[in-house]
């Protein structure tokens, strides 16, 4: 199976020196990747920025901006039979990207215009075709609600309801649905056994089409 996985943050730059950025450290994306390997597919890991090793076997293509993760799965597209979106893509980026250093000055306060980023999944999800789709929710309230939301609004064949303690962290706890109503609940796993995991659900999902 040809396997596009997404890892880590986007950095959103306000000038050539500061950024917007999350808390992501990249560890669950790049444990997909290298479970998809070992499980014999081919991977690309689209990466956002992280001091992570790429796992042996790995192609991995480096991107900093949500422009350049979405230009990097558009190049790839054609080629991809499956996605594990795992990556914390911004959802703002600043209006308009200052050159230089922005000076300090006399201000006492800045304030910043700030305008939505693409939303990758849900462009990718209508030119979707026979290609399996598994996106990540984290929210602070309502985590499963939003994440039965995004499941079924962006064509998900499943989604991980994942909490916030996860980020940064080397363990992770989440829940996986499924557009039938099936949820597996995983607790405080080893981020490894959870990319094994996911790439299991994602042959299931694939295994099951072809019985169809």
């Known amino acids: 199976m040809n396997l ?15 950024y917007l950025s999350n808390l992501s450290s990249g ?12 499980a014999g597919h081919r991977v690309v890991l689209v990466s956002g920025p992280t001091d992570l090793p790429c796992p042996p076997g790995v192609e991995r293509l480096e991107v900093e901006s949500a422009e350049e993760m979405h230009a990097a799965l558009k190049a790839r597209w054609a080629w991809a039979e499956a996605l594990i979106m795992a990556a914390a893509v911004a959802d703002y980026r600043p209006a308009v990207r200052l050159p230089g250093k922005l000076k300090k000055g006399p ?3 800045l304030a910043l ?21 598994l996106g990540f929710a984290l929210e602070t309230d309502g985590l499963m609600a939003e994440a039965s939301r995004k499941l079924g609004q962006k064509n998900l064949d ?8 996860n ?30 995991r996911l790439v299991t659900a994602v042959e299931g999902i694939r295994k099951g089409r072809a019985k169809a």
Do not use: C, H
């Open 107 to 109: 201000r006492e306060s």
């Open 4 to 18: 596009l996985v997404t890892a880590g943050p986007t950095r959103e730059f306000l000038d050539d020196v500061r």
């Open 158 to 165: 499943a989604v991980l309801a994942n909490s916030l303690e």
């Open 167 to 196: 980020l940064g962290a080397e363990n992770a706890s989440g829940s996986l649905l499924m557009p039938d109503g099936k949820v597996e609940r995983w607790t405080n796993l080893p981020k490894a056994e959870f990319g094994k």
């Open 113 to 133: 215009e700030l305008v939505r980023t693409r939303d990758i999944l849900a462009e990718l999800s209508q030119d979707k075709g026979n290609r399996i789709l």
């Open 27 to 38: 560890r669950m994306g790049y444990a997909v990747a290298a479970a998809g390997v070992a």
